[in-house]
Nanobody, 126 residues
Framework: EVQVVESGGGLVQAGGSLRLSCAAS????????LGWFRQAPGKEREGIAC????????YYDDSVKGRFTISSDNAKNTVYLQMSNLNPEDTATYYC???????????????????WGQGTLVTVSS
């Protein structure tokens, strides 16, 4: 079964850090781009960090640049999102996605991708 499963969400205070994990299975992980998207209440889903496993190229949305880091462990078929200096505006459901066609930049700007996870909730308290 082709799937990605997120973990690591939770409640954190403003200024704190959190690391999300995305475990992938059922597809050729090294040939895909993977990314993190988020959707806050009442807002549209947005791509915030993506990585092309083929060459390691990354893309970050301006809202998280310098605070979030995406990384990929090809041996574990897992992608991580290290989040630092969190603020209440980062509160959202975070989704992991995988795509076989798009490189990191275009993946984060796309809407219809090959595989989506169920999401993990991140809540940042002030």
């Amino acid at each position: 079964e082709v799937q990605v499963v997120e973990s690591g969400g939770g409640l954190v205070q403003a200024g704190g850090s959190l690391r999300l994990s995305c475990a992938a299975s059922g597809f050729a992980f090294n040939d895909y781009s993977l990314g993190w998207f988020r959707q806050a209440p009442g807002k549209e889903r947005e791509g915030i960090a993506c990585i092309s496993n083929s060459d390691g190229h990354t893309y970050y949305d301006d809202s998280v640049k310098g605070r979030f880091t995406i990384s990929s462990d090809n041996a574990k078929n897992t992608v991580y999102l290290q989040m630092s200096n969190l603020n209440p505006e980062d509160t959202a459901t975070y989704y992991c996605a995988a795509d076989s066609l798009r490189v990191a930049t275009y993946m984060c700007l796309a809407d219809r991708l090959d595989v989506w996870g169920q999401g993990t909730l991140v809540t940042v308290s002030s």
